[in-house]
């Protein structure tokens, strides 16, 4: 069997998105495990929780590290703002867990929010919204007309089977 420069990048290619099948998967689960130990340790107050959470810890910090490492040239605004959304519904759901699990103030800092909220008034003020509706009257118009002049100016330019 000859080695030629199609094998290779193809074992490379295999080599590097098991990383990327592999770690995210393990870390993601390993934060869950993390988060559970920790709650325990909260919980329980057993020392022994902080031991096994600091060596889990460590194994998470390689984890999320060999993923970042191999996973750089995907550095775009989708996974970013994905990633940044998911930590951000996370906090949120741990936010509530946490309020419905508490009591005294901490619990009664939840209720400051209404629990009726009408259109109205969760609505923007009558100036803000009569700007969006009339300039969507003017704007989705022009979109229109643009797209229609668009597939006019090229009608019959493209022949079956080129595009």
């Keep these: ?5 199609v094998l290779l990048s193809r074992i490379q290619f295999g080599f590097v998105i098991s990383f990327h099948i592999i770690f995210p998967a393990f870390t993601i689960g390993l934060a869950a495990w993390l988060a559970t130990i920790e ?7 057993n020392p022994i929780y902080r031991r096994v959470f600091d060596f889990w810890l460590k194994v998470f910090a390689v984890s999320f590290g060999m993923g970042v490492v191999t996973g750089i040239d995907w550095l775009a605004p989708f996974p970013i703002l994905t990633g940044v959304g998911l930590v951000l519904g996370y906090a949120l759901l ?3 867990r946490l309020v419905l699990k508490s009591e005294g103030e901490l ?13 109205a008034s969760a609505a923007s003020p009558e100036a803000a919204l009569q700007f969006l509706f ?8 022009v979109i229109a007309v643009y797209t229609i002049g668009v597939y006019w100016i090229f ?4 022949r079956k089977g080129y595009g």
């Design 1 to 5: 069997m000859e080695l030629d420069p």
């Design 39 to 45: 709650g325990a340790r909260l919980a329980i107050g």
């Design 94 to 96: 741990g936010a509530a």
């Design 107 to 119: 619990r009664d800092w939840a209720h400051m929010i209404p629990y009726i909220v009408m259109a």
């Design 134 to 141: 009339y300039g969507g009257v003017v704007v989705l118009p």
């Design 155 to 158: 009608r019959g330019k493209v």
